[in-house]
Nanobody
Framework: QVQLVESGGGLVQPGGSLKLSCAAS????????MGWYRQAPGKQRELVAT???????NYADSVKGRSAISRDNAKNTVSLQMNSLKPEDTGVYYC?????????????WGQGTQVAVSS
């Protein structure tokens, strides 16, 4: 059974930092592109950042320069360090696993972790 379990969300003041983590089980982690997505209230889920099995990264323009995604293939974890947080970063953050080669494999999602940026 595949599980993606996020942690690290919470309430933070504008300008603050937060590190989100996702622990994966039930998949061959090194074969998956891992990503973070977020969904703000009343909005569609959007990409935040992805990291390939080779370590190449991609970021949404809204977080570029303020965030860093990383993965540990030995521990089956992916993390997202977010700095200089803004109120518009508020939302539920979801971990995503997408097979790097087999396009017909349905991507997996975690349950999400809430991030609230407010003073």
């Amino acid at each position: 059974q595949v599980q993606l379990v996020e942690s690290g969300g919470g309430l933070v003041q504008p300008g603050g930092s937060l590190k989100l983590s996702c622990a994966a089980s039930g998949i061959i982690f090194r074969l998956y592109v891992m990503g973070w997505y977020r969904q703000a209230p009343g909005k569609q889920r959007e990409l935040v950042a992805t990291i390939t099995n080779g370590g190449s990264t991609n970021y949404a323009d809204s977080v570029k320069g303020r965030s860093a995604i990383s993965r540990d293939n030995a521990k089956n974890t992916v993390s997202l360090q977010m700095n200089s947080l803004k109120p518009e970063d508020t939302g539920v953050y979801y971990c995503n696993a997408k097979h790097a080669v087999l396009r017909n494999v349905t991507p997996y999602w975690g349950q999400g972790t809430q991030v609230a940026v407010s003073s």
